[in-house]
């Protein structure tokens, strides 16, 4: 089955608008039962630069906040605040930890009372964390008593909302022959593997046998043979293939620019360094001078004391 690359915003937000699939991939990435869940808003931001070059470019950093209701034992739901944020290229940390600090100063109506919900965070990114080597990470905060040296089972409710879970999911680390567990099926959708052009559409090669995979690549299959959803796929990586070449013409101008200064300072090293090797010399035939003129006054010394015993 051919289907469009889900790492492109077009496409992911097509994917997260179905409640079943956000339930999916929600439940799955987090591995907490999600009852309910809704859309609470959603926004694309384009990622400012000090270039002004770049400005201009739609390299976005695409979020979507969703309201869960989740299990967390038996008889026993919690409401949280889910952010997704995505990422196809290297992203700037300063957005996400942006992003999460003004979620915090949000309120909820819970209950008919004001209040602040947890907020877990699933990053979904298109390039690889060089110290991570697994496709999915999950960050769970533990409670840990410092002075009896402890861990402690309990919540406090105000620990859990100035603090947050999160998942991270690398999609160039995704192992495609793996395809056993819910967690496996979710994440082969994915995976940046059997491209039939530029990273924007794929050959889905796996048995379908999951209802909710199934759903997700009827979806992805849409958005890959809809003339007009296509259209908004290939704007996109268009931008994308735009901003790489300004990035990496701002960057080897930075190359330059530092190579020219790395040899300005060599060059002024190496002056200073001759300076100091003719400084160096001339202390050297000022010792010897002055040590000529020693050893020729103990030589006169020495014959004036030979005439003066000799006069005697």
């Known amino acids: 089955m051919i289907i469009a690359n889900p790492l492109y915003d077009t496409v992911f937000k097509r994917l997260m608008e179905d409640e079943q699939v956000a339930r999916f991939v929600v439940g799955t990435l987090l591995d907490i039962p999600v009852v309910t869940i809704e859309v609470k808003s959603q926004e694309v931001t384009y990622m400012e630069d000090e270039q002004s070059k770049l400005q201009a470019v739609a390299l976005r950093l695409y979020r979507l906040d969703f309201v869960a ?55 979904i990114l298109g390039f690889e964390l060089p110290e991570i080597s697994t496709a999915c990470v999950r960050v769970n905060k533990n409670y840990y008593d410092a002075v009896h040296k402890m861990f402690i089972d309990i919540k406090s409710h105000f620990i859990e909302r100035v603090m947050h879970d999160c998942v991270v999911v690398q999609a160039r680390r995704i192992e495609k022959d793996l395809y056993a567990t819910h967690l496996d099926k979710l994440l082969s959708v994915f995976e940046q593997e059997y491209f039939f052009e530029e990273e924007m559409t794929k050959d889905y090669r796996h048995l379908i046998d999951d209802e ?33 070449e300004l990035l990496e013409s701002t960057e080897k101008d930075n190359l330059q620019k530092i190579e020219r200064q790395m040899k300005e300072i060599a060059e002024k090293e190496a002056a200073l360094a001759e300076k100091d090797a003719i400084l160096a010399e001339k202390d050297a035939v000022l010792a010897e001078k002055d040590t000529a003129l020693a050893r020729e006054r103990a030589e006169k010394e020495v014959l004036l004391a030979e005439l003066a015993r000799l006069k005697r």
């Open 69 to 123: 209701t989740i299990r967390t034992g038996e008889n026993e739901y919690t409401k949280v605040l889910i952010e997704v944020q995505k990422a196809l290229k290297v992203a700037n940390l300063r957005r996400f930890r942006k992003y999460i600090a003004e979620q915090y100063r949000r309120d909820d109506i819970i209950e008919n009372k004001k209040d602040t919900l947890p907020i877990i965070a699933i990053y």
């Open 212 to 244: 909710n995979i199934r759903r997700m690549t009827d979806i992805l299959h849409y958005c890959a043979s809809d003339i007009d959803e296509r259209k908004r796929i290939e704007a996109e990586h268009e931008a994308w293939e735009t901003y790489q």
